[in-house]
């Protein structure tokens, strides 16, 4: 079975830290990686997406994603409060139909003031 | 521009009833997907619309359920009779092209009793 495992936190981290979000994969030939952010009571937000072996930047948003070790992570420079959420890594399911991810259960972020 | 919406936002029912979730996806959008989240669990996929057909429906857990889009516009999924194990948040997400960024609805929050 195809399974992405997070850890489920709460991950703490103090304002202006960097919070490093991990994420692993089950699936070799998966080719397409997924960051979502979802505040409580809200819908799950794409932040994040990554295709290639290295890093990604976005802003305050740097994924990172290593095929070899079946390994993508999600660092946030200079954390705010507003990053407060649960963080869901997802991965596309390659032998399924295009949108058919694969969701960790999350990793819950609380940055304090 | 009007994100997806879900009707209703919350639902109680009594295990045996039936409940219709509503999902209505941004205007255009070919793509409909319903996604679900069993409390402690994470979010799984269960079916993929590309307009009014059934792309992908390997997600779906058994034969109580059922999901339409007729017109292609708005999609409905049905649950009946309900049990206990439905309870969970249904989502749904729709996108322009197969592939590409997903937008996810609110959820409709099931409870059966």
């Known amino acids: 079975q195809k399974e992405v495992e997070q850890n489920s936190g709460p991950l703490s981290v103090p304002e202006g830290a960097i919070a490093s979000l991990n994420c692993t994969y089950s699936d070799r030939v998966s080719q397409s990686f997924f960051w979502y952010r979802q505040y409580s009571g809200k819908s799950p937000e794409l932040i994040m997406s990554?295709?290639?072996?290295g890093d990604k930047e976005d802003g305050r948003f740097t994924a990172q994603l290593n095929k070899a070790s079946q390994y993508v992570s999600l660092l946030i420079r200079d954390s705010q409060p507003s990053d407060s959420a649960t963080y869901l890594c997802?991965?596309?399911?390659?032998?399924?139909?295009?949108?058919?991810?694969?969701f960790g259960k999350g990793t819950k972020l609380s940055v304090k003031p | 521009e009007a994100g997806v919406t879900q009707f209703p936002s919350h639902s109680v029912i009594e295990k045996g009833q039936t409940v219709t979730l509503r999902c209505d996806p941004i205007s255009g959008h070919d793509n409909l997907y319903w996604y679900r989240r069993v409390m402690g669990k994470e979010i799984k996929f269960l079916l993929h619309?590309?307009?009014?057909?059934?792309?992908?429906e390997s997600g779906m857990p058994n034969n109580r359920f059922l999901a339409e889009r007729t017109g292609g516009t708005y999609s409905t999924l049905k649950v009946q009779p309900a049990e206990l194990e439905d309870s969970g948040v249904y989502f749904c997400?729709?996108?322009?092209?197969?592939?590409?960024?997903?937008?996810f609805g609110s959820g409709t929050q099931l409870s059966v009793l």
């Open positions: 619309f590309v307009k009014e057909s059934k792309q992908d």
């Open positions: 997802a991965v596309a399911d390659y032998g399924g139909s295009q949108g058919n991810l694969i």
């Open positions: 997400a729709s996108s322009q092209s197969a592939g590409t960024k997903l937008f």
């Open positions: 990554i295709y290639s072996n």
